[in-house]
């Protein structure tokens, strides 16, 4: 499992509840710029209960079920098989994969 320097800055990085305020406070910025009258958030319930150690681990965690769910989009059921050992890099890149144009939606 190579880490990529991105990663581990993720990794160093343990303030997560920070991390997703930051980020909600982005979305809502753009949603209104946009014009958006309802749009959703992410929510800091986990984080402040502590089930992510670091940024890493909540992104990875936010990319895998993004990637769970195109895949149950786009071949009809969630992936099986162990996926402990991808990084994040990885997981993002399978979901650009699955999202490409050359992706064969609803085999």
Known sequence: MDITP???????????VGHIERAA????VAAEASGDTFYMLP????????????????ERSMAL???S??????????????????????????IHEMLSPNTCWGL
């Open 69 to 94: 769910d195109i895949h149950k989009e786009t071949y009809g059921f969630r992936p099986r098989g162990d996926y402990s050992s991808m990084t994040l890099t990885d997981i993002d890149a399978e």
């Open 65 to 67: 079920g993004e990637f």
């Open 25 to 28: 406070a982005a979305i809502k």
């Open 43 to 58: 929510t800091t319930i986990w984080a402040e209960r502590g089930d992510f150690a670091n940024v890493y681990e909540y």
């Open 6 to 16: 991105r990663e581990q800055a993720m990794m160093n990085d343990t303030d997560v």
